[in-house]
């Protein structure tokens, strides 16, 4: 479980288990922006849809698992921390709501959709064309804010680790910050 001074492990896994994750959607994300057509694209970007419902699945789970560990965590004062609160807020929504358009959109599709190795829907018989407009327009965009929010995340986390001298860092690797 969560404590004062950290992260428990739970958290900590689900933490880098998803960070791991977003950095290879990033990757398959740059390289089919960049270079549509090669193997290396191909390699990271064959994986971008399952990657994107597991990163949901672990993004949910997570979710449910912060709010049981709410009472419990490092307290967050002021309001610094309080804009540190919304900003989880905006990176879980993001987190959601990306791969939901994505699914959004497959279905509204004329091709199948599967993850993992798993059959989630057959194609439809007719593009529905407000599923695919919603993920073409908005499924890439609120990536790349989820990607820029996730830059933000990391720099604050060395800001206040070694700039305000806070060992914010220590709760998420250690899980305690006075090891």
Known sequence: MDHAHG???????FHWAMALLIVWQATSALLHYFFDETAITDFFFGTHFSNGVLILVL?????VWGLINLARRPAHDG????AAALGHVA???LM????????????????PFSALGVQIFDGMETKVEWMSNLGNQWH???GWVLFALIAGHIVMAFVHTYG??????ARMTKGDERL
């Open 7 to 13: 992260y428990g492990l739970i958290s900590r896994l």
């Open 59 to 63: 993004a949910v789970l997570r979710g």
């Open 79 to 82: 309001a610094l921390h309080r």
């Open 91 to 93: 990176l879980y929504g």
């Open 96 to 111: 959601i709501a990306v791969p939901v358009i994505a699914i959004i959109r497959a279905y509204g599709s004329t091709r």
């Open 140 to 142: 890439g965009f609120l």
């Open 164 to 169: 305000l001298k806070q060992p914010l860092i």
